[in-house]
């Protein structure tokens, strides 16, 4: 499986972005359960969890990122999306999709994930 981030750039405070992950390889369609998340690392800072969705379709968010931060996937085109609103200068970060085919038991740990993407940079000023 491979998952490939876009969608990340400069915008200014307040502004918005919408970064998709792109599974190829395998649908996760074919699992009975699976979890994708969204991370992001800051300069300097340890990775840390933003929220994910599992094939029941439960989501979670961090608290720093709920009410402001929505994570969907288009099951048919097989990509996951973070659309991010009212950014502030804290979110700046790489931010990598991950996945799993298994329950989203553990979403915080960075270990809970087998396939991870490359990531998109996401600045704010």
């Known amino acids: 499986v491979q998952l490939v981030e876009s969608g990340g750039g400069s915008v200014q405070a307040g502004g918005t972005l919408r970064l998709s992950c792109a599974a190829s390889g395998q649908s996760y369609s074919r699992y009975d359960d699976w979890c994708m998340a969204w991370f992001r690392q800051a300069s300097g800072k340890e990775r840390e969890w933003v929220g994910s969705?599992?094939?029941?379709?439960?989501?979670n968010y961090a608290d720093s990122v709920k009410g402001r931060f929505t994570i969907s996937k288009d099951n048919r085109k097989n990509i996951l999306y973070l659309q991010m609103n009212s950014l502030t200068p804290g979110d700046t970060a790489m931010y990598f999709c991950?996945?799993?085919?298994?329950?989203?038991?553990?979403?915080?740990?960075?270990?809970?994930?087998?396939?991870w993407g490359q990531g998109t940079q996401v600045t704010v000023s």
């Open positions: 969705l599992d094939s029941d379709g439960r989501i």
């Open positions: 991950a996945a799993t085919i298994r329950t989203c038991g553990r979403p915080m740990w960075l270990a809970w994930y087998n396939y």
